[in-house]
């Protein structure tokens, strides 16, 4: 398991993603100055369900595995750019638009 700040720097990041917008499991680590995305799911795993844990995708653009039911009413929601959405279960978030783009404040702290 990840040391415990690591969950936290990581619980204290997806709180911090605006509504409408994701990042991915590798945009977080790197925010955080790590190399590890499986690292950061695996705090999802455990922690994720008292964070806007919909906000966080893999780099496909698809929803959280397991997820995609539960996931599509909040992106609706809040106005998260989708694509491809053919049902509750098939569709893709538009990375494209929907990312978090790197110069938002939260990458201001990684070191260079």
Avoid at 72 to 87: D, F, I, K, M, N
């Amino acid at each position: 398991m990840p040391s415990p700040e690591f969950v936290d720097a990581v619980l204290d990041v997806i709180r911090r993603i605006p509504p409408g917008r994701v990042m991915t499991y590798g945009d977080i680590a790197h925010a955080l100055g790590s190399n590890a995305p499986r690292a950061v799911g695996r705090v999802l795993a455990y922690y994720g369900h008292a964070v806007t844990w919909w906000r966080v995708v893999p780099a496909s653009g698809l929803p959280p595995q397991g997820h995609s039911r539960l996931a599509l009413p909040r992106y609706l929601e809040e106005g998260t750019p989708l694509r491809c959405q053919v049902s509750e279960d098939d569709y893709r978030i538009a990375l494209s638009s929907a990312r978090l783009s790197y110069d938002h404040e939260i990458y201001s702290e990684v070191a260079p």
